[in-house]
């Protein structure tokens, strides 16, 4: 039997700030970036509101599952493998499944 979850950031207790920034790579805001990603067999743009090596945090309507793979398409640097680390008030946070020069 399969089951299926959906767990958004208001399920899950957490600080309402954080002290430190706790990210490895530094992030570049995107002003105007956009990107391409495919959910569940339909592909769909969205807007990139940071991007480092190692992850990005796009605008997206839909909600993935936490942990979700979503292949993403970035104009500037090809498609690149992510899964999903977060989702909150129509943000994704993605990590990359290898680094991204």
Same mark, same amino acid.
Request: charged share 20%.
């Given at each position: 039997?399969?089951?299926? $979850?959906?767990? !958004?950031?208001?399920?899950?207790?957490?600080?309402?700030?954080?002290?430190? =920034?706790?990210?490895? =790579?530094?992030?570049?805001?995107?002003?105007?970036?956009?990107?391409?990603? !495919?959910?569940?067999?339909?592909?769909?743009?969205?807007?990139?509101?940071?991007?480092?090596?190692?992850?990005?945090?796009?605008? $997206?309507?839909?909600?993935?599952?936490?942990? !979700?793979?979503?292949?993403?398409?970035?104009?500037?640097?090809?498609?690149?493998?992510?899964?999903?680390?977060?989702?909150? =008030?129509?943000?994704?946070?993605?990590?990359?499944?290898?680094?991204? !020069?």
């Amino acid at each position: 039997m399969a089951f299926s $979850f959906i767990l !958004e950031s208001g399920l899950v207790p957490g600080m309402p700030w954080r002290k430190s =920034d706790r990210r490895s =790579d530094p992030r570049h805001d995107c002003t105007s970036g956009s990107a391409v990603i !495919e959910f569940r067999g339909a592909r769909h743009a969205v807007e990139l509101i940071n991007v480092s090596n190692s992850g990005a945090m796009v605008l $997206f309507p839909h909600v993935p599952n936490i942990g !979700e793979r979503l292949p993403l398409q970035l104009l500037d640097r090809g498609l690149v493998s992510s899964q999903v680390r977060w989702v909150k =008030d129509g943000r994704v946070g993605l990590s990359f499944a290898a680094p991204v !020069e």
